[in-house]
Structure formats: C-alpha cells, structure tokens
C-alpha cells in the first residue's frame, strides 16, 4: 500500500503556470501568446502656468483633469502589472468584462468605478440622463461645425474617394486642438496614428474645444476593453492602471519602472502644437515668419528683394 501511496503521489500533475501571478490557463495563455510582446503607449503629463493657452488649462481644471489624469507619477509604469491586468481583461465572450484580476486583487474599470478614482464626475443637464457630449454623439455629424471649431481658416477635412469627409490633417488644426489632440492620444484614446485626425476623434476633440461635459470614466473603460480585445494594438494607459492596482493594494516585485511620454508644457507646445497660420494664439517666446530686410543694391547688379523665412513645423 504504501508503495502505490508514493506511486500516486509522484505522478501528481505540476501546474503549468504562476498561479500567483494568473487566476487561468486562459489567462495564461493570452498572456503568454499576445499580451507579453505588445508595447506600452504611456500617458503625458500637464505642467501649464500662466500662458497665452489659459482656455486649455482652464479646461482641463473645470474637468478636474488636473487631479489625477493629467497628474501622474512619472517613472512609475509598472510592465509586469499593466500586462498580466490586460492578459485577464481579455475575454472571448461577446461582453467585455470591467474588472480584472491581477495578483489576487480585483480592479474595477467600470464607467462609475474610474470617474470615482480620477474625481471626474459626471455632469448631466437638469432633466438630462446623458451628459452633453453624449447626446451630441447621438446627432448626426455636422463636419462643417467641426472644421469651423478646430480648423485654421480655409482648412478642413480631406474627403475619400467616394466625396465623404475622412480625416483632419494635423498642419490644419489650430493649436488649441493640436494640443488637445496630443492629450487625446496619450491620456483619453492612446493611439500611436497621431498625423491626423479621423471623423471620431475630430467629434472627441470638437467635444473639449466646446466644453462639452462627458462621461470621462466611460470613455477611458470602453479603450481598456478595446485594447484588451484587440491582438495588435499598444497597450494604453499603463500609468493609470499602474495607480489603480497598488489602490488596490496589489503587491509589486519589479525592480524597474517605465516613464511618461514627454511632458505637455509651454515649451513643447511651441515646439510642436503651434501653427503659424493660427492667428487667434499668440505664444510669447513662439517663432514667428519674419521677413529678412531686403539687399542693398550694388553698383553690378539690379536689387533683389528675399523671399520671406517661414521655419518648418516641427513633428510630433
């Protein structure tokens, strides 16, 4: 008997994965096959004071953006937990869940869940069940109030081959959008296509450029699951999760932490948001197209007046 006892006892099965760490072989799996290689799309972070873009920084503080969203701590993107949350967000079910489990602990994303932990409250209209932007997703889309809200004059949508408007090129965008849109594909919709905006998009920024309110939490829950289900696309917002997991009190064991994309203050948005043709910003410090003096006219030759000096707009 007691040799059947040890028998038995030697040809128990091992586990095939870190049960610490994955609550599933599906889990697992999904970590292990796609979520292990995909990259990180990292938040930016918001340093503005007192400058000629008072209308963005005003904003973002109405929206309470300023507390936690665009306030994250720099360096502290933890790879391990960001991966193993999206590797147990992902479902092959028709209904994403919003919650995952990372490390036995369980993170809420739902809608309320978020606007809780970034204290972005919903606002709704008396007598309302939406918030504003909501029920402007609801209408159909006016590309012309669009372009007036978010264009230089004379810019607009480039249309498809079948005439219907398709995408906002970057260089036609005022700075005020320019700089939302950089917000946009960091902090609200990550995306790495940033040299211009699409119809949705167009409709988010057209959103905070009019002020108005919406339902933050939902919109941030909705790409979580997206990104989860998706096989290909960068993994977004590893800061927040990052927050949301030690709130949770999710115990970390990584010795190395990831950084912020590069900081949005006055000096990278002179460098890259602000274009010459807008004339409603001003920026002080911003480089504007100055005409050189012309030549003086030698006793050779007939005067030549110089052709203006327009410095290139810098990419992102």
Known sequence: MASRKRKSIGMRPTSQYDTRRFSSLDAWTRYTDNVLGRKILPERKVELYHTKLDDFKAELERRNFHKHL????????????????YAHLYTSEDRPPKQSRVRGHLVKIDADSLNAFLETPMVLAEGETLPTYSRYCRLPTDFREIEAALCIPGRGFILNFEGHPRRILRKDLTALAQVWSVLSYSNLAPTSHTYDLTADRARLILGLVSHLDMNIGALISGQMTSIAQSNTSKLGFPALITALCRARGVVSDSLTFERLSPIINLAYIRKNCWNLEDLTVSIRGARRARARPAELPSTSAAPTPAAPSVPAQTNF
């Open 70 to 85: 665009t306030n994250l701590a720099d360096g502290s993107i933890d790879l391990a937990l960001v991966k193993e949350f």
